[in-house]
């Protein structure tokens, strides 16, 4: 046996004395097959990720006195913890699909929940790195990725993939979700409370009513009941004799599964748990800062999630990954900056990116003419939702708490976290934070601008532009993707200045759909002075080349027309409604303003009837909702009303976000 070989050995923790092992470790060596991974694993170690659903740090060793989380906590008590994790969405697709590749999803085209795209050309998923690394993979088992994996990604993607079913001395990257925290669990499958509803801070956004003080106990009750399952895969690991062997994440997929939680690109939907644990035997591959006990101020999101782990397994991380190493051979210097966003969540769209430096918030709402709040039938489900949105429609809201209901949203918000956890205070305005504001809203322009965001195309041009190629790379070619451009335009229109309507009215005119798109999208964001002057325009643009441009003329003349302009606005959007005469994304487009003009679009009750509820898709991942839509619209068209009561039907129930 040569040295090589009695080094990995010594790193599998087996004492040299015990030749019986050793014996049977040579034996093994000498297969073939072993030896290739034996060799390319060695020096690997074991790499467990524990995840839990939808939750903040709202766990003890994050300082939480309501938090209820033993195991974690004690596993931040013998590693570090990171102060300042951003998921990067507030959703979990999203989210994965930036975790899977390390590039931020609108970079990928992958930004939309849910969706699908093909991954880009010549990138590879991190599993893919790893296997060449020797590891044994598996996936227990969410995946949820919006991009196109390749065949046997894992090992094991499934609710009986396990590290112990690797091959002996093959080290291991595992991944294990509980979704016991999961949203749907507050209000579906109530665990009886471990929190007095009295103890809860209610945050200043919430209104403090019975049913908001339940729902954050039972909250805090279901992220417990996460923490006994990390309990549990800990056990089970150092029950295998393994956990001085093995690197441990803990940390959940995005922010808390309440309102202005999940969906909202804020800290507190963006904010995640984040602790790491290194062993002795591992100690070198440790961030720079790691301390026993410790709490690091470095910023990490979940782009940096696949260059760090490439990192520990000794891979050098490509330079097309957009995230940071921060443990590892490959650890680099934390970036100033973590970014979020969100698109499309089931069937409603807005559009919001949104950055930090640690101590302040940025959001950039490019959809400013809807608000936060916007019906998204899921969440419409939770008590405090319906509260909340009562409250506010007989006006006895307070402003921090009406904020989410009201349109048009400001184009930018600006929270510091330091003086105003709650993000309530809205200092985009202050002009004592105007050298904050500006030096943010550079850092939100400058990433768009670095990873060529393609969010601001709609997403049915993503896929059309993208045919043959994929999002990724049309969105790098700028024949295809005219990026300033769009760019431009979109931030003149979403800017709400009522000077920028000439040059809105001109982008109408230009030779890229997705700049009329936003033109008229500008000209609909500020209501009738932006509608009204450039009807004759509108008027044109309801025949445009582009599906997305005529359903945007349309939603605008629809609202802010006279009543013929808005009647024939109307029956536009009809004609793009139904599914056996228009792809799924045109659907989905012209669906969502029908159900946004609620009874104000009744004008189509009779032929929404006819509307096929189902039709040819690229992926399943968008099928479900045109149904949605066309049930919400029916439903409003029926009852007059608007928005319709929350209903979820059990099969939309069993496909969690
Ligand atoms: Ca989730």
């Not at 991009?147 to 291991?172: I, V």
């Not at 202050?430 to 393609?454: G, K, N, S, Y």
């Not at 509307?611 to 619209?633: A, H, M, Q, V």
Request: glycine share 8%; charged share 20%; aromatic share 10%.
């Amino acid at each position: 046996m040569n040295n090589r070989n009695i080094s990995s050995v010594e790193r599998l923790g087996v004492k040299p004395l015990h030749l019986a092992l050793f014996a049977a470790l040579g034996v093994f060596l000498q297969a073939g097959a072993t030896r290739a991974f034996a060799a390319a694993a060695e020096g690997k170690p074991n790499i467990l990720w524990i995840t839990s659903e939808d939750h903040g740090p709202h766990m003890g060793c994050y300082g939480d006195p309501n938090g209820m989380t033993p195991h974690v906590d004690a596993l931040a008590a013998r590693g570090m913890l990171f102060k300042k994790a951003w998921s990067t969405a507030p959703v979990c697709a999203p989210a994965r699909t930036t975790i899977i590749s390390g590039m931020y999803a609108p970079s990928t085209g992958g930004e939309h929940m849910r969706s699908m795209v093909p991954m880009p050309a010549g990138k590879k998923m991190y599993p893919e790195f790893l296997r060449e690394a020797g590891y044994y993979l598996t996936n227990n088992s969410k995946e949820d990725y919006n991009l196109r994996k390749p065949a046997n990604l894992w090992d094991a993607s499934s609710a009986s993939a396990h590290w112990k079913n690797r091959a002996a001395g093959q080290p291991f990257f595992a991944v294990f979700n509980t979704t016991v925290s999961h949203e749907g669990q507050i209000h579906s499958n109530p665990r009886p409370l471990k929190l007095d509803p009295a103890k809860v801070r209610v945050p200043a956004f919430h209104p403090d009513t019975p049913e908001v003080r339940h729902e954050w106990a039972q909250y805090y009750t279901n992220v417990s009941a996460a923490d006994a399952v990390a309990g549990q895969h800990l056990k089970e690991l150092a029950d295998a004799g393994l956990a001085e062997d093995t690197i441990v994440f803990y940390y959940a997929d995005h922010g808390p599964g309440l309102p202005r939680g999940k969906r909202w690109p804020g800290n507190f939907g963006l904010q995640m748990p984040l602790v790491v644990y290194f062993p002795p035997k591992w100690r070198q591959l440790a961030p720079k800062e790691y301390a026993v006990g410790g709490k690091s101020d470095r910023l990490v999101c979940f782009a940096d999630l696949a260059p760090t782990v490439l990192s520990l397994a000794g891979v050098q991380p490509p330079e097309w990954m957009q995230g940071h190493a921060f443990a590892g051979r490959f650890q680099v210097a934390g970036p100033e900056y973590i970014h979020g966003f969100r698109g499309r969540m089931d069937e409603s769209y807005d559009f919001i990116r949104s950055v930090t430096d640690g101590r302040y918030v940025y959001l950039r709402n490019y959809h400013p003419h809807v608000s936060h709040g916007q019906h998204v039938d899921t969440q419409f489900n939770m008590a405090t939702t319906q509260v909340w949105r009562k409250l506010f429609d007989a006006g006895k809201a307070t402003p921090a708490q009406a904020a989410f209901w009201q349109v048009p949203k400001a184009p930018e918000e600006l929270y510091d976290l330091q003086n105003d956890r709650d993000e309530v205070l809205n200092l985009a305005g202050d002009p004592r934070q105007r050298a904050t504001l500006e030096r943010l809203r550079a850092a939100q322009q400058a990433h768009a601008r670095r990873i060529r965001d393609v969010g601001f195309l709609p997403e049915g041009e993503i896929h059309a532009r993208s045919e043959g190629s994929t999002p990724y790379d049309i969105g790098h070619d700028d024949a295809k993707y005219p990026f300033e451009r769009i760019f431009a335009t979109a931030e003149l229109a979403s800017g709400l200045k009522p000077e920028a309507t000439p040059e809105l009215r001109r982008a109408l005119g230009d030779a890229d759909s997705a700049v009329r798109y936003w033109g008229v999208m500008g000209l609909l964001m500020r209501g009738p002075a932006g509608v009204k002057p450039a009807t004759a325009d509108l008027q044109k643009a309801l025949v445009d080349a582009s599906p997305f441009v005529r359903i945007a003329a349309a939603w605008a003349l629809a609202e802010h027309g006279t009543v013929s302009e808005s009647r024939r606005a109307i029956e536009v959007l009809g004609e793009h409604a139904p599914w056996d005469k228009n792809n799924v994304f045109v659907v989905i487009a012209a669906l969502a303003v029908i159900d946004h003009l609620g009874p104000k679009a009744a004008s189509l009750r009779t032929v929404a009837k006819t509307w096929p509820s189902d039709g040819p898709s690229p992926d399943e991942r968008f099928k479900s909702y045109p149904p949605r839509l066309l049930k919400s619209i029916a439903a409003q068209f029926e009852t007059g009303k608007q928005p319709p009561p929350a209903s979820v039907t059990k099969a939309q129930k069993k496909k969690k976000a």
